[in-house]
Structures are given as structure tokens and as C-alpha cells.
């Protein structure tokens, strides 16, 4: 008789230990005596030598014990609110009573065993446990709000879903609990409150809070794998690192929550709050964010490949060296947004609202900005190439030294503009604490296209580089054979680099003659206005030299003329000994004396050149000055007739000026190389000669005071030419008396 009963608790804990698969060493429990309720210490030793490693309390008396058990009884009736522990304070000496006694002793659930998560465990309903240490207990499938059972069952009797206060009323009271390292996986925790409740490393695999409270609450490292948190409050939540694969988020609130280096792989945050959260270095590849609220969120370093952010609301993020390759961001708000650096190859922003973004050295080949709002946008230094951007606005925004290689700009606006009422509200709707300290600008400039790189794939059908107003800068561009005949040149009369450069000017004048100016600060203004008169100058060689090699030969006339006619304002700032480069301590050092004389020599030939010809491409020019002297040597003849013989009548004083005009003067043989009609028929043909000179020279391009003037138009050579053969254009100086 007594050797069965020696064996049989042996016999029946390898009977259990085989039943749960449990595959590690097995440790027999050590016989002890049970400790005294006052010997603390001893407690923890006792229940890990009976297999309840998670006990640290003394037990609670019989009298505790009876009671708990009599609540226990209690059938729940979720229509008349009655839980169990409702209302019921308990401590965790209580909760570890009842998980040891969970179901006649089977104890508290396993979820490590799969056969045990469809069993229920401890119906906490209601139950109050304000500042209670449960860490590191086996909360696993927990009752501690409304199951999706009870909600159907009172659906289907009452015709309605439970009215919130019995949501309120089922919820389990967990403010300010510490449950580090609990296990709570596939706990319903629905409408609990966990305020400030600290669940470091907790184990919430599958776990169930939606309408959860867990405001200021500490969930760092916490599991939360295929968790449920639809309208979840985790507002200034620490979850930092905190697992989320493929959890449920719709609509839950995390304004203001720190989530660094968190990983929400496969998460679902659909119409999320997540306003000033910081998801630094966060895994969110293939996350659902549509219409989600992430305004001012910190997403630096993050990981959102493959995402989805259609219409999410990202005004004013950092997304600073982001990986949002193949992220769809259709329809997103990215207002002020920063997305400097970030890697968005084959990304989606197609009709996205990136007005005053920063892209500054990002990565997006081969990204889809279809209609995309970019005004005001600054994209120095990236690379946009096989980027699709037709008919997107590009007003205001800075592409400085960006690769365009191969990128599609039909239709595309770069012209200035001037925001709608209603848009300029939007862009800046975010910003009125004043979280910046510059705001968007109602009127939008021309796009800065200054050193961007083109080439022959580049798509520009019909793309609008400016209008009568304003022109896009384009300094130092890069064209790389790219299809210019395909622009509408017509509608630019002047480009942005003279712009700015007049705006430079005028604003220098005006600042000066106000006394608004430092007289320190003199030499650097003056540098930077000259800087950007030279910029313009090499603009419009530049960009005349572009047109031209592309056969548009008229449209590069235009800005070949006006490059010229900006040397002339440079000539002019030399010759007022203005600082001419980079200032060092604030020090002067203008042109010297012989500097000034040699500018200025150059300005005046430069005036007589544009005014008789206008450098070779204003023929019209080279014809009024004929006009002009023709008649001019003609009026002078006629006064003169009216003091000394012969009197001429005014044909024949106009066959003179034209014949002297080309060195052969038709004298009667009464007149003497000593008279007054010969000295101005010797001054006119002078006069002659030297148009004639400077006009057939400058066609060539012999005398314009410039080094790398394009040649001129070929109409206007063959409108030269035809004018010279009419009126008997030839250098010569005989003069041929009349017989």
C-alpha cells in the first residue's frame, strides 16, 4: 500500500509534463515545507519548487480564498453589466491565487501550447488593479473587456450593439500596473484602462485593445505581433522597439507617442493619429498608412518600402533619409514636409501635395510625380532620372544641379504663379503656432533650373518654361542634346538669371540711397550683384548658343542680343570701380584707373554697335541710322546752299548725301576741296565708312566686345546683304567729280 502512494504524484507530474510537450529538461518538484505568511523571501523559492515560477506572494488566507471563489460563481450578464470582480480591488497575491485555481487547477493558459489558445482565461472584468505589480504573470487570454461573442450575443437578442458605457463598464482598471515581461498574448483587453501602466517586454502576441486607454504608458520592446488596437489611445506611449508586425492600428491614436526604432512590418494603420510621432529608424515596410495623420512626425532613417500612404497627411514630417522606394504616396500631403536625402526609386507621389517641401539630394529614378503639386519645392542636387513629371507645377521650386536625364516634363509648368486663396490657406494651415519661422509666399517665382543636367531621352513637349512675365533660371545648364525645338520659345522674352539680376540691382540702389546698407557691407553687394550680372550674360550666350545649334536661329537671336545689351551693364559697373570680386575682411578692391578707362572705352563702342546695328541682329537698326544721316548731310546741305553758292534745291542735296555717305560725292566743278560742301561731304563719307565697317563686322562677329558671342542670324545677313546691294554699300574713299 505504500509503494502506489510514493509513486503516484511522481507517476502523475510525467503524465502532465508529456501531456503539455514540453521538450526541455524536466524538473521534478522539490518537496518543501510551506513558509510562513510573515517569511517573504521564502514565498518565491516555495512556488518554484512546485512549478509556479511566476509566484512571488504569500497565499492568501482561506477566508481571501472563499471569498474569491464565491465571485468566481458569478455568471456574467453583459446586458445587466455583472462580472465577476467587478468593481473588485485585487492584488497580485489574489491573481496569482486565481491563476494557480483557473479552471479546477489546470491553471493559468500556455500559449506556447497552440492546443490551449482557444481556452478562456481569468475574467477580469471590471476588476480594479490600480498600481498592482503583475509582472512576468501568465496573463495569456485574459478577459479584461467585451469579447466579439458577447457583443454578437447581445446584437442578436437586443437588436443592437452593447451602448458604450457597458464597453466602460466590462473594462479592466490597470493604471499604473507594472506588467513587465506579463504574458498577455491573445488577451481582450477592449476599452481597459492602462493609463501610465508600464508593460516593458510584455508578451502581447494577438492581444486585443481596441478603445484601450494606454495614454503616458511604457511598452517598450513590447510584443505586439497581430495585436488588435483599432481606436486605441496610446497618445505619448513609449514604445520604443516595440514588435507590431502585421498588428491592426485603424484609427488608433498615437499623437505625440515615441516609437524609435520600432517594427511595424505589414501593420495596418489606416486613418491612424500619429501627429508629432517619432518613429526614428522604425521598420514599416508594406504598412497601411492611408489617410493617416502624421503631421510633424519624426521619420528619420525609417523604412516604409513598399508602403502605403495614399492622401496621408505628412505636413511639416521629417523624413529625412527615408527609404520609400516603391512607397505609394498618391494624393499625400508633404507640405514643408523635409524628405532630404531619402531613397524613393520607382515611388508613387501622383497628384501628392509636396508645396515648400525639401528634396534635397534625394534618389527617386524612375518615381511618378504625375500632376504633383511642387510648388515652391526645393530639389537641389537629386536625381530625378526616368522620373515621370508631365504636367506637374513646378513654380517657385529650386531644382539646382538636379539630374533630369531621361525624365518625362511634357506639359510640364516651371513659369511663376500666383496661389489661389484657398490653396495658400492649405499649404499653410499646419503652421499657425508659427512652427516655422518663413511662410509660404502668395506669388510663386520661375523654377531655378540652374546646372541641371538634361539629355537626349529627356521628354520637354510643350513644357512652359515661362511666360511674359518671368522665365526660369537657367544658368550653366547642362542640355546635353535634349529636344529644344519642342518648347514653345516664343512666350520667353526675358530669362530668370536677368531677372534676379535687375531685381539685385534695383534692390542695391534703392538700399543705398536709403542709407539701409552698412557702408561694411558695401563690397559684398556690390560682388554679388556683379556676380549675378555675369551670371545673366552667360545665360543668354548659353542658352542662344543651345537654340542655335538646334537650327532655332531666331529664337537664339533674341537672347544673343540681350547678353550683349547685360555686358553693357557690366562695362558700366567696372567703370564705376564697383567690387568686382569675393570681398576679404569686408575690404574694397575695385577696378584700377586703367581698368575703368578700358571698360569705358568698351561701353561706348558697345553703345555705337547696338545703335547702328544691334549687334548684328536688329537689321531694322543699321537702316534707321542710314535714314538718319542720309537725311541729317541733306538738311545740312540745304542750310549751307542758303549762305554760299551753289543753291541746291533738296533732290539734288539728297543725291549728294547719299553719294558722299558712299565715298563718292558728286561735286559741281565750282567747288573747291576747301568748301563747306566738301568738308561735309568728307565728313559724311567718314561717317559712311565707318558704319559700313562696323556693320559688315559685326555680322561676322569681328568687333562685338564680347569672346564668345554665337554668330547672327543668318536672316538678318541675308537682310544686311540684300539692303547693301540696293544702295550700293561699298568701302570706298574716291571721290568723283561731277562733269
Given at each position: 500500500?505504500?509503494?502506489?502512494?510514493?509513486?503516484?504524484?511522481?507517476?502523475?507530474?510525467?503524465?502532465?509534463?508529456?501531456?503539455?510537450?514540453?521538450?526541455?529538461?524536466?524538473?521534478i518538484?522539490?518537496?518543501?515545507?510551506?513558509?510562513?505568511?510573515?517569511?517573504?523571501?521564502?514565498?518565491?523559492?516555495?512556488?518554484?519548487?512546485?512549478?509556479?515560477?511566476?509566484?512571488?506572494?504569500?497565499?492568501?488566507?482561506?477566508?481571501?480564498?472563499?471569498?474569491?471563489?464565491?465571485?468566481?460563481?458569478?455568471?456574467p450578464?453583459?446586458?445587466?453589466?455583472?462580472?465577476?470582480?467587478?468593481?473588485?480591488?485585487?492584488s497580485?497575491?489574489?491573481?496569482?491565487?486565481?491563476?494557480?485555481?483557473?479552471?479546477?487547477?489546470?491553471?493559468?493558459?500556455?500559449?506556447?501550447?497552440?492546443?490551449?489558445?482557444?481556452?478562456?482565461?481569468?475574467?477580469?472584468?471590471?476588476?480594479?488593479?490600480?498600481?498592482?505589480?503583475?509582472?512576468?504573470?501568465?496573463?495569456?487570454?485574459?478577459?479584461?473587456?467585451?469579447?466579439?461573442?458577447?457583443?454578437?450575443?447581445?446584437?442578436?437578442?437586443?437588436?443592437?450593439?452593447?451602448?458604450?458605457?457597458?464597453?466602460?463598464?466590462?473594462?479592466?482598471?490597470l493604471?499604473?500596473?507594472?506588467?513587465?515581461?506579463?504574458?498577455?498574448?491573445?488577451?481582450?483587453?477592449?476599452?481597459?484602462?492602462?493609463?501610465?501602466?508600464?508593460?516593458?517586454k510584455?508578451?502581447?502576441?494577438?492581444?486585443?485593445?481596441?478603445?484601450?486607454?494606454?495614454?503616458?504608458?511604457?511598452?517598450?520592446?513590447?510584443?505586439?505581433?497581430?495585436?488588435?488596437?483599432?481606436?486605441?489611445?496610446?497618445?505619448?506611449?513609449?514604445?520604443?522597439?516595440?514588435?507590431?508586425?502585421?498588428?491592426?492600428?485603424?484609427?488608433?491614436?498615437?499623437?505625440?507617442?515615441?516609437?524609435?526604432?520600432?517594427?511595424?512590418?505589414?501593420?495596418?494603420?489606416?486613418?491612424?493619429?500619429?501627429?508629432g510621432?517619432?518613429?526614428?529608424?522604425a521598420?514599416?515596410?508594406?504598412s497601411?498608412?492611408?489617410?493617416?495623420?502624421?503631421?510633424?512626425?519624426?521619420?528619420?532613417?525609417?523604412?516604409?518600402?513598399?508602403a502605403?500612404?495614399?492622401?496621408?497627411?505628412?505636413?511639416?514630417?521629417?523624413?529625412?533619409?527615408?527609404?520609400?522606394?516603391?512607397?505609394n504616396l498618391?494624393?499625400?500631403?508633404?507640405?514643408?514636409?523635409?524628405?532630404?536625402a531619402?531613397?524613393m526609386?520607382?515611388?508613387?507621389?501622383?497628384?501628392?501635395?509636396?508645396?515648400?517641401?525639401?528634396?534635397?539630394?534625394?534618389?527617386?529614378?524612375?518615381?511618378?510625380?504625375?500632376q504633383?503639386?511642387?510648388?515652391?519645392?526645393s530639389?537641389?542636387?537629386?536625381?530625378?532620372?526616368?522620373?515621370?513629371?508631365?504636367?506637374?507645377?513646378?513654380?517657385?521650386?529650386?531644382?539646382?544641379?538636379?539630374?533630369?536625364?531621361?525624365?518625362?516634363?511634357?506639359?510640364?509648368?516651371?513659369?511663376?504663379?500666383?496661389?489661389s486663396?484657398?490653396?495658400?490657406?492649405?499649404?499653410?494651415?499646419?503652421?499657425?503656432?508659427?512652427?516655422?519661422?518663413?511662410?509660404?509666399?502668395?506669388?510663386q517665382?520661375?523654377?531655378?533650373?540652374?546646372?541641371?543636367?538634361?539629355?537626349?531621352?529627356?521628354?520637354?513637349?510643350?513644357?512652359?518654361?515661362?511666360?511674359?512675365?518671368?522665365?526660369?533660371?537657367?544658368?550653366?545648364?547642362?542640355?546635353?542634346?535634349?529636344?529644344?525645338?519642342?518648347?514653345?520659345?516664343?512666350?520667353?522674352?526675358?530669362?530668370?538669371?536677368?531677372?534676379?539680376?535687375?531685381?539685385?540691382?534695383?534692390?542695391?540702389?534703392?538700399?543705398?540711397?536709403?542709407?539701409n546698407?552698412?557702408?561694411?557691407?558695401?563690397?559684398?553687394?556690390?560682388?554679388?550683384?556683379?556676380?549675378?550680372?555675369?551670371?545673366?550674360?552667360?545665360?543668354?550666350?548659353?542658352?542662344?548658343?543651345?537654340?542655335?545649334?538646334?537650327?532655332?536661329?531666331?529664337?537664339?537671336?533674341?537672347?544673343?542680343?540681350?547678353?550683349?545689351?547685360?555686358?553693357r551693364?557690366?562695362?558700366?559697373?567696372?567703370?564705376?570701380?564697383r567690387?568686382?570680386?569675393?570681398?576679404?575682411?569686408?575690404?574694397?578692391r575695385?577696378?584700377?584707373?586703367?581698368?575703368?578707362?578700358?571698360?569705358f572705352?568698351?561701353?561706348?563702342?558697345?553703345?555705337?554697335?547696338?545703335?547702328?546695328?544691334?549687334?548684328?541682329y536688329?537689321?531694322?537698326?543699321?537702316?534707321?541710322?542710314?535714314?538718319?544721316?542720309?537725311?541729317?548731310?541733306m538738311?545740312?546741305?540745304?542750310?549751307?546752299?542758303?549762305?554760299?553758292?551753289?543753291?541746291?534745291?533738296?533732290?539734288?542735296?539728297?543725291?549728294?548725301?547719299?553719294?558722299?555717305?558712299?565715298?563718292?560725292?558728286?561735286?559741281?566743278?565750282?567747288?573747291?576741296?576747301?568748301?563747306?560742301y566738301?568738308?561735309?561731304?568728307?565728313?559724311?563719307?567718314?561717317?559712311?565708312?565707318?558704319?559700313?565697317?562696323?556693320?559688315?563686322?559685326?555680322?561676322?562677329?569681328?568687333?562685338?566686345?564680347l569672346?564668345?558671342?554665337?554668330?547672327p542670324?543668318?536672316?538678318?545677313?541675308?537682310?544686311?546683304?540684300?539692303?547693301?546691294?540696293?544702295?550700293g554699300?561699298?568701302?570706298?574713299?574716291?571721290?568723283?567729280?561731277?562733269?
Amino acid at each position: 500500500m505504500s509503494q502506489p502512494s510514493s509513486q503516484g504524484p511522481f507517476l502523475q507530474f510525467l503524465r502532465n509534463a508529456f501531456i503539455r510537450g514540453n521538450d526541455e529538461t524536466m524538473q521534478i518538484p522539490i518537496k518543501m515545507e510551506r513558509p510562513l505568511l510573515s517569511n517573504y523571501r521564502e514565498w518565491q523559492p516555495y512556488w518554484t519548487a512546485q512549478g509556479q515560477p511566476w509566484r512571488t506572494e504569500p497565499e492568501i488566507d482561506a477566508k481571501r480564498q472563499a471569498y474569491l471563489a464565491q465571485r468566481r460563481a458569478i455568471v456574467p450578464d453583459v446586458r445587466q453589466n455583472v462580472y465577476p470582480f467587478k468593481n473588485i480591488a485585487l492584488s497580485r497575491a489574489d491573481v496569482e491565487w486565481l491563476l494557480a485555481t483557473h479552471e479546477n487547477g489546470r491553471g493559468p493558459v500556455d500559449w506556447s501550447d497552440e492546443r490551449q489558445r482557444e481556452r478562456k482565461g481569468l475574467d477580469l472584468r471590471g476588476a480594479r488593479l490600480y498600481r498592482i505589480n503583475l509582472s512576468g504573470l501568465p496573463l495569456a487570454c485574459i478577459q479584461g473587456g467585451l469579447s466579439v461573442t458577447d457583443i454578437f450575443s447581445q446584437k442578436e437578442i437586443d437588436k443592437t450593439l452593447p451602448a458604450d458605457n457597458q464597453f466602460d463598464e466590462a473594462g479592466v482598471c490597470l493604471e499604473l500596473a507594472r506588467l513587465s515581461h506579463a504574458h498577455l498574448e491573445g488577451a481582450n483587453l477592449r476599452n481597459a484602462q492602462m493609463i501610465g501602466a508600464i508593460l516593458e517586454k510584455a508578451n502581447m502576441e494577438q492581444a486585443i485593445l481596441e478603445l484601450a486607454h494606454l495614454e503616458d504608458a511604457d511598452l517598450r520592446e513590447v510584443n505586439l505581433r497581430g495585436g488588435r488596437i483599432k481606436d486605441g489611445h496610446l497618445e505619448r506611449t513609449i514604445l520604443d522597439g516595440a514588435h507590431m508586425e502585421g498588428a491592426f492600428l485603424a484609427m488608433a491614436h498615437l499623437e505625440n507617442a515615441r516609437m524609435p526604432g520600432s517594427f511595424l512590418e505589414d501593420a495596418r494603420l489606416i486613418q491612424a493619429h500619429m501627429e508629432g510621432v517619432d518613429l526614428r529608424n522604425a521598420h514599416l515596410e508594406r504598412s497601411d498608412l492611408t489617410e493617416a495623420h502624421l503631421e510633424q512626425a519624426v521619420l528619420r532613417n525609417a523604412h516604409l518600402k513598399q508602403a502605403f500612404l495614399q492622401a496621408a497627411h505628412l505636413e511639416g514630417a521629417d523624413l529625412t533619409n527615408t527609404n520609400l522606394g516603391s512607397t505609394n504616396l498618391s494624393k499625400a500631403h508633404l507640405e514643408y514636409a523635409n524628405l532630404s536625402a531619402s531613397q524613393m526609386q520607382n515611388a508613387s507621389f501622383h497628384e501628392a501635395f509636396l508645396e515648400a517641401a525639401f528634396l534635397n539630394g534625394i534618389h527617386a529614378e524612375e518615381a511618378d510625380f504625375y500632376q504633383a503639386h511642387l510648388e515652391g519645392v526645393s530639389i537641389q542636387s537629386a536625381h530625378l532620372e526616368r522620373c515621370n513629371l508631365s504636367q506637374v507645377c513646378l513654380a517657385g521650386a529650386n531644382l539646382m544641379g538636379t539630374h533630369l536625364e531621361g525624365a518625362d516634363l511634357r506639359n510640364a509648368h516651371l513659369e511663376g504663379k500666383t496661389i489661389s486663396d484657398d490653396d495658400l490657406q492649405r499649404i499653410c494651415a499646419w503652421n499657425r503656432q508659427g512652427v516655422l519661422a518663413w511662410t509660404f509666399q502668395e506669388h510663386q517665382e520661375p523654377a531655378d533650373l540652374r546646372r541641371v543636367f538634361f539629355d537626349t531621352y529627356t521628354q520637354l513637349d510643350d513644357c512652359v518654361f515661362g511666360t511674359s512675365t518671368g522665365t526660369t533660371l537657367i544658368g550653366n545648364t547642362t542640355w546635353g542634346d535634349v529636344n529644344l525645338t519642342v518648347v514653345h520659345w516664343n512666350s520667353v522674352r526675358e530669362l530668370g538669371d536677368e531677372r534676379v539680376a535687375r531685381h539685385m540691382l534695383q534692390y542695391w540702389k534703392q538700399n543705398k540711397r536709403a542709407g539701409n546698407l552698412k557702408r561694411e557691407d558695401f563690397p559684398l553687394y556690390e560682388y554679388q550683384v556683379y556676380a549675378q550680372l555675369v551670371d545673366a550674360v552667360r545665360a543668354n550666350r548659353q542658352m542662344a548658343i543651345a537654340l542655335q545649334s538646334q537650327g532655332m536661329n531666331e529664337e537664339g537671336a533674341r537672347f544673343s542680343y540681350r547678353a550683349q545689351v547685360l555686358q553693357r551693364r557690366v562695362l558700366l559697373w567696372q567703370v564705376a570701380g564697383r567690387q568686382m570680386e569675393l570681398p576679404q575682411n569686408n575690404i574694397h578692391r575695385g577696378s584700377s584707373f586703367w581698368q575703368r578707362v578700358h571698360a569705358f572705352l568698351s561701353y561706348l563702342f558697345s553703345r555705337f554697335l547696338d545703335i547702328i546695328a544691334g549687334y548684328g541682329y536688329q537689321p531694322w537698326k543699321s537702316f534707321l541710322a542710314y535714314l538718319v544721316i542720309i537725311f541729317g548731310f541733306m538738311g545740312l546741305y540745304l542750310l549751307n546752299a542758303h549762305f554760299v553758292t551753289p543753291h541746291l534745291r533738296w533732290d539734288e542735296a539728297l543725291v549728294l548725301s547719299v553719294s558722299s555717305f558712299h565715298g563718292r560725292g558728286f561735286f559741281p566743278q565750282n567747288i573747291s576741296l576747301g568748301d563747306t560742301y566738301a568738308r561735309l561731304a568728307a565728313t559724311e563719307a567718314v561717317i559712311g565708312l565707318l558704319i559700313e565697317i562696323c556693320r559688315v563686322d559685326t555680322r561676322r562677329g569681328a568687333l562685338l566686345p564680347l569672346s564668345e558671342c554665337p554668330p547672327p542670324n543668318p536672316a538678318c545677313k541675308f537682310l544686311c546683304t540684300g539692303l547693301s546691294s540696293i544702295i550700293g554699300v561699298a568701302p570706298s574713299e574716291n571721290v568723283i567729280p561731277l562733269v
